[in-house]
């Protein structure tokens, strides 16, 4: 039980383009949700948190109008990055949270490229 | 929200117990301690979580002192395949929607 979906595993874009990844929670209801970034060798940073139906909160330094989220059912949220460059190149990390005995389970991760 | 400070890394062999140690000094009270581990390009997985004393499940234990400013997860017998990166996170319990802000964590290295 407790398992979350994230979509696609690796995305590769050109520069100026927009990309979005899926986050599902396929067997339980995730009430937040939360996106993490992850350079290579260092640990993951929290982005931002959303709940379902209302706006993300966003950590500080993280610019909102760049990475859109959407939080609008309670199994799905989706990160959206836009007018992506090379340095957000990364590794995106999505986790869901609910009524689970589980803890707070994270998706597989979406390797971002941008070209 | 709890800091945590753990080794960056370890080394281990084959077969041995590793013990990997987290100080979480300002703990709070509704706070749990949980434990995740990390393969290379893969999201982070749920090993074992607990609030005082220890807890054991089919993969760990998890040893926590009475003033829970510390803990200690125990890996028996560790194989190859449990090099990886393991995290230390405290927060609020899981149906709280508590954010998760993770540390460096304990990169083990297991050798044959």
């Known amino acids: 039980g407790a398992v979350v979906s994230q979509h696609p595993s690796w995305v590769i874009c050109k520069s100026g383009t927009s990309v979005k990844i899926e986050c599902r929670s396929l067997?339980?209801?995730?009430?937040?949700m939360f996106w993490y970034r992850q350079f290579p060798k260092q640990s993951l940073m929290l982005m931002a948190t959303?709940?379902?139906?209302?706006?993300?909160?966003?950590e500080q330094g993280v610019e909102k109008d760049k990475f859109l989220i959407n939080h609008a059912s309670l199994t799905l949220s989706t990160l959206t990055v836009t007018s992506a460059h090379p340095e957000d190149s990364s590794f995106y990390i999505c986790?869901?949270?609910?009524?689970?005995?589980?803890?707070?389970?994270f998706g597989s991760g979406t390797r971002l490229t941008v070209v | 929200l709890a800091k945590t400070t753990q080794p960056i890394s370890m080394d281990s062999y084959e077969g041995q117990e590793v013990n990997i140690t987290c100080s979480h000094n300002?703990?709070?009270?509704?706070?749990?301690i949980t434990w995740y581990q990390q393969f290379p390009s893969q999201g982070p997985r749920f090993i074992i979580q607990?609030?005082?004393t220890k807890v054991t499940n089919e993969v760990a234990s998890l040893f926590i002192p009475a003033d829970r400013k510390s803990s200690t997860l125990s890996l028996p017998r560790v194989s190859l395949s449990d090099t990886a990166v393991y995290y230390c996170?405290?927060?609020?319990?899981?149906?709280?929607?508590?954010?998760?802000?993770f540390g460096q964590g304990t990169e083990l290295s297991v050798k044959p």
């Open positions: 986790s869901a949270s609910g009524q689970t005995n589980y803890g707070y389970t």
């Open positions: 067997d339980f209801q995730a009430t937040t």
């Open positions: 959303s709940n379902e139906g209302s706006k993300a909160t966003y």
């Open positions: 300002n703990i709070a009270t509704n706070d749990y």
């Open positions: 607990g609030y005082k």
């Open positions: 996170l405290v927060g609020a319990i899981y149906n709280q929607g508590g954010k998760l802000i």
